[in-house]
């Protein structure tokens, strides 16, 4: 007889990044998303190297706890044993891909497209943007 009930753990979106939230949010990852966020299915042969750094991370927590399903909200629990990304001025996802317009900055990002998983992207971007700000500026 199979188990009709499934364990879920809705979690506080600020375990992830703004970017992985909107990856989240667009169905880029896979999962199913929703107006807030999006359920994850935790699958033990899911391959954790195709996740960005930070859901990899709550995704492993996850299967530590033996839960089902993962539900990322604004409005959910903040697990203290995850790491907390901060938002404040942090670029959103369109923003960093609109920067990677400017064909100095996708040549940047070919250094590091070793790694896609790493979900650095954002970081560097946002360094690269600032970056060109000041050299536009000083032009």
């Not at 530590?64 to 995850?82: H, N, R, S, Y």
């Not at 990677?100 to 900055?105: K, R, S």
């Not at 790694?115 to 992207?121: A, I, K, L, Q, Y």
């Amino acid at each position: 007889m199979s188990t009709l009930i499934e364990t879920l753990a809705c979690l506080s979106t600020t375990h992830l990044t703004r970017g992985t939230c909107q990856r989240l949010s667009s169905g880029e990852l896979g999962f199913y998303a929703n107006e807030y966020g999006a359920f994850v299915w935790i699958n033990q042969n899911h391959p954790l190297d195709m996740l960005p750094k930070d859901l990899r991370k709550v995704y492993e927590w996850a299967i530590g706890q033996k839960l089902d399903w993962l539900k990322f909200d604004p409005d959910g629990q903040v697990v203290p044993e995850l790491p907390v990304c901060d938002w404040e001025g942090a670029m959103d996802w369109e923003e960093c891909r609109s920067v990677t317009d400017d064909p100095a900055v996708s040549e940047a990002l070919q250094t590091f497209s070793a790694d896609p998983t790493e979900d650095n992207s954002v970081f560097v971007v946002q360094s690269i943007a600032r970056a060109l700000e000041v050299r536009r500026a000083a032009q």
